[in-house]
């Protein structure tokens, strides 16, 4: 002890001499210096509460005396939170249920079984080594025993049909004299209900003569002298953090605490899947962060969270990137109803990929997403899903393959009302040819009645195969109005999700000028620009097409067929502010086929495509499309 007083005369803020003196210190039984101590040397690193224990404890008596603390703790404050006042924090995740653990060791020491075995509940939950064992060791015969279905801390809730999310408080009581079970709910710290619901009495001398034969044997307290309660109550989808007390009142009246939670919201459930442009950018800052949520799970330990603390996060599943950020952050700022995100993205990932395997324990991407929504409770209230997926697919097929991955997420996820998909754009995010791709994603709308369809291209702030935090935040702000349409009643119904060539046909026999009609019948298509200087050239709305496909790899032609240098035989591209674009050409042409927006690069150039574009006054890309069939000139067609 004087050792260490000596160094920390000199070093008044070391950490581990505060850390070792608290040790010593316990061991000499002076509690009140080791309690300080501990204190300081939290207060100088943090990392001793954050670190894995096992790191922390270099020596067994350090664990012995580690586990003395946290008692001291708890007597002191009686709910032994010194070492959890920073729970939610990032860093202190992968240790949450250890710090469980202990807590409850340090209740069941001082005899409050109750809130014991509701931390050894939350420690189990949580994959601490031993906490199974310590329940059945210390709970068979506790006087209340928690289900483990009962709410967390922080947790989320789905929004049923009365903006409301019903929840259940259930367990069991076998204390005698128990008259009822109490619960106060809170809204923003102040009491807004309280329920009560009568238990059957349990008699004093029953319960005795049970404990009495429990201990003479390893069996649990008999379950007829446990008595099982659920009290329902509701929180409404808001912007507000709801908590409760839950007591027993005996037959004189008085309340005694067994479990209170905090920061309870209720709202709408969204999960975001696809590759790296999924997963990329920040969260952004909001004043209503708090409602911004999501839960995640990695080895044995699974937690909740908001959306924004998983910026540290990096290359793992459960990162939530800037799109889905900025999407919950509009919902939350400008509907007032929280939100929670679950995610099944990985950087670079194929659609092959996302497939579910099945296997255990889980594997792949769509697996342990799987997991991590039904550990959450919320897999069964997924209302949409936002897929932004493609760049790490080539050849045909993609539409075959998506639509096994919805029927996927039709089984898992029984209540998506909704599919929100992106289109890729050329990119330089590979080598891959992924026309095809970008095609097959054009009709997925047609196999899909609920599905929106969304263009990237247009969208500033890309780099050739990513966005700047301002593109993720201008994408999400497409998908919003569509999401803000289906979901929360908004009446604006112009340009909200991108316009989709509906046919192409010779305006007349001369075959001089070509017609594009879109669909919606009410889109308004116009060109970004007239002209845009990329690479020391001048590139104009005519270069995003070409005829019969005409592409520089040989690949692309076709026998018999004569492929048109499409950019010179253009003379212009006519959009006008309606649904139609008119195509003039120099001369008659015999072509059958039409593509708009090339593969990667501008025609006779090493420069990825990056505009002008078609899309509507609002910035809405439209859809590119491959080879798509030009008409011959009709009566019907003019």
């Given amino acids: 002890f004087d050792d260490f007083s000596a160094i920390l005369s000199r070093l008044p ?51 012995q005396n580690f586990e003395g603390f946290t008692a001291i703790a708890a007597k002191q404050f009686a709910r032994a939170d010194s070492l959890l006042a920073n729970l939610y924090q990032p860093e202190m995740i992968r240790e949450r249920g250890a710090l469980y653990y202990y807590r409850a060791m340090a209740k069941f020491g001082l005899r409050k079984s109750e809130t014991g075995c509701e931390d050894c509940r939350i420690a189990e939950e949580l994959g601490a080594a031993g906490a199974e064992e310590l329940f059945t060791r210390n709970c068979s015969q506790a006087d209340v025993v928690l289900d483990k279905s009962f709410p967390r801390n922080f947790q ?93 009142k005996d037959k004189s009246g008085v309340e005694h605490t067994v479990a209170r939670r905090d920061s309870l919201v209720a709202g709408d459930v969204f999960l975001f899947a696809g590759q790296s442009n999924m997963v990329l950018g920040d969260v952004p800052p909001s004043p209503k962060s708090a409602f911004m949520r999501t839960y995640n799970w990695e080895n044995t330990t699974s937690w909740w969270q908001t959306m924004a603390a998983t910026n540290g996060f990096s290359g793992r599943l459960g990162r939530c990137g800037g799109l889905s950020g900025e999407l919950a952050r509009r919902i939350v700022e400008e509907r007032g109803i929280p939100v929670c995100g679950l995610y099944a993205s990985v950087n670079g990932s194929s659609i092959e990929q996302h497939f579910p ?35 790490s697919n080539s050849g045909l097929g993609y539409g075959q393959k998506f639509a096994a991955l919805a029927e996927a997420w039709k089984s898992d996820y029984p209540a998506v009302e909704r599919l929100y998909v992106v289109q890729i754009r050329p990119n330089s995010c590979n080598t891959l040819d992924q026309n095809d791709v970008r095609e097959e994603q054009r009709h997925l709308g047609a196999m899909f009645p609920n599905l929106r369809l969304i263009a990237a291209s247009g969208v500033e702030g890309y780099d050739g195969c990513h966005f700047s935090q301002a593109g993720y935040a201008s994408l999400a702000g497409q998908l919003y109005r569509a999401l803000a349409h289906d979901f929360y009643g908004s009446a604006d119904t112009t340009d909200i999700v991108s316009p989709n060539l509906a046919k192409a046909y010779f305006a007349d026999t001369t075959r001089q000028a070509i017609v594009l009609e879109f669909m919606p019948p009410s889109s308004r298509i116009i060109a970004s620009s007239d002209s845009l200087l ?32 499409a950019p010179n035989m253009i003379a212009s591209v006519e959009a006008s502010g309606d649904n139609i674009v008119r195509i003039t050409l120099r001369s008659g042409i015999r072509a059958e086929r039409l593509t708009y927006l090339p593969d990667k690069f501008y025609p006779g150039a090493t420069t990825i495509y990056a505009g002008p574009w078609l899309q509507t006054p609002r910035g809405m890309g439209v859809l590119s499309f491959f080879r798509a069939p ?7 067609n003019k």
């Avoid at 099945?358 to 897929?387: C, E, H, T």
């Avoid at 270069?543 to 048109?564: I, P, Q, Y």
């Fill in 630 to 636: 030009i008409q011959p000139p009709t009566v019907g």
């Fill in 357 to 391: 395997l099945g296997k255990y324990p889980p594997q792949g991407i769509y697996d342990n997403a799987l997991r991590m929504a039904r550990l959450s409770g919320l897999a069964k209230q997924i209302r949409a899903v936002f897929w932004y997926q493609g760049e």
């Fill in 13 to 63: 803020n070391n950490a581990n001499a505060h850390f070792m003196r608290s040790v010593v210190a316990f061991s000499m039984m002076k509690y009140s210096e080791s309690f300080a101590d501990m204190q300081s040397a939290l207060r100088y690193d943090t990392r001793l509460a954050q670190k894995p224990l096992q790191y922390t404890m270099r020596s067994p008596i350090e664990k």
């Fill in 534 to 565: 990329v690479g020391g050239m001048t590139v104009f709305i005519k270069n995003a097409f070409l005829c019969d496909g005409r592409f520089s790899e040989s690949s692309k032609t076709e026998s018999g067929k004569s492929f048109l240098d």
């Fill in 156 to 248: 989320f809730f789905a929004r049923e049909a009365n903006d409301s999310a019903r929840l259940s408080l259930s367990g069991s009581v076998s204390r005698a004299g128990v008259d009822s079970v109490v619960v106060v709910v809170y809204r923003n710290g102040e009491a807004v209900a309280r329920r009560s619901v009568a238990l059957t009495a349990v008699s004093t001398s029953a319960k005795e003569s049970a404990k009495s034969s429990q201990k003479q044997g390893t069996k649990p307290l008999s379950k007829q002298w446990q008595v099982p309660f659920t009290v329902p109550i509701s929180i409404k989808a808001e912007c507000a953090q709801y908590g409760f007390v839950l007591g027993l």
